[in-house]
């Protein structure tokens, strides 16, 4: 049972999308919009899920995915805006990328410390945990949305 799950997840692993879905000249833009279409609603599904469960673990993995929707925006963004070669100008729209990157790393930073202030409160004021079975399929969900960006 074990080597036919192992040869069925092979086989689906290997498969090739028909041409019908795939674009070879579309360039990262309509993959990044994909991404950020499927993170920004799951993103959305995590936030009202942890809260109606009381769950941090899903509220932080929430914002977690709106840094990654944040750093997709950026990605898109700079992508369009950056042109191929720069000739004369080293400075404005071709340093897009670095700007979006430090904005990233600050919301990262307030991120992480907000979520240390409420575990900390966690510790202190302990709050029950409401349908830990949603809150497993949800947080795997999240990691396989994860896994694939």
């Not at 795939?22 to 809260?51: D, H, Q």
């Not at 469960?53 to 992508?79: E, G, K, P, Q, R």
């Not at 575990?119 to 830990?132: G, H, M, T």
């Amino acid at each position: 049972l074990d080597s036919l799950l192992q040869e069925r997840v092979k086989t689906i692993l290997m498969m090739k999308l028909p041409k019908v879905l795939r674009c070879g000249s579309c360039g990262s833009g309509p993959k990044l919009l994909s991404m950020l279409a499927m993170t920004g609603s799951f993103m959305l599904v995590e936030l009202i899920v942890g809260n109606m469960t009381n769950s941090m673990a899903l509220v932080a993995d929430s914002f977690h995915m709106l840094s990654d929707v944040i750093a997709l925006i950026i990605a898109y963004v700079s992508i369009r805006m950056s042109p191929k070669k720069w000739r004369k100008n080293t400075y404005g729209w071709a340093r897009a990328e670095v700007v979006g990157a430090l904005v990233n790393a600050v919301f990262l930073f307030a991120l992480c410390f907000s979520i240390s202030v409420e575990a900390i409160k966690r510790f202190l004021v302990i709050e029950q945990i409401e349908d830990p079975q949603l809150i497993m399929i949800v947080g795997g969900v999240g990691l396989a949305i994860n896994l694939i960006g």
